[in-house]
């Protein structure tokens, strides 16, 4: 399992890191997010889809689960899982054919949904450390 470890020391270097995998992604893959509120998810997000060619304003999806960006690339499923109550949510929405169609697949929170993630995906966890300055992020990203 390979591991590679990110600091970042502003929201420029996060979007910039997300910008530089959403343009090595390639469609059919699935990208976790997981990390506390506030620490980037949503920025690393939009420069992902900006690496995939995406223009129009990405938000994060949390009352609708998922945002399906269609102008890039290749398709880009969004999903913010933070308020699913029960797995069959996910079934309602048809997550299978997002995990396993042609587009790039990432799931904020995804911690929250493990037993339905498939077998390999590149999790990306974004964690802050106040000591070394309130912009500072530290990210994990490991494929599994």
Do not use: N
Not at 48 to 60: H, K, N, Q, R, W
């Amino acid at each position: 399992m390979e591991e590679i470890v990110v600091e970042s020391f502003c929201t420029e270097d996060t979007f910039a890191l997300g910008r530089r995998m959403g343009e090595e992604a390639k469609a059919g893959e699935v990208f976790t997010l997981v990390g506390d509120l506030g620490v980037g998810k949503t920025v690393f997000t939009q420069g992902m889809a900006a690496g995939l060619g995406i223009t129009e304003p990405v938000s994060s999806p949390t009352f609708t689960i998922l945002q399906v960006y269609e102008e890039g690339r290749c398709p880009f499923y969004h999903f913010d899982v933070y308020r699913i109550g029960d797995l069959s949510e996910m079934d309602e929405i048809g997550y299978e054919d997002c995990f396993y169609g042609d587009g790039i697949s990432l799931i904020e929170w995804a911690d929250l949904i493990e037993e339905i993630l498939p077998e390999h995906y590149t999790q990306i966890t974004i964690s802050k450390d106040l000591e070394k300055g309130f912009d500072y992020r530290k990210i994990i990203v490991r494929g599994k």
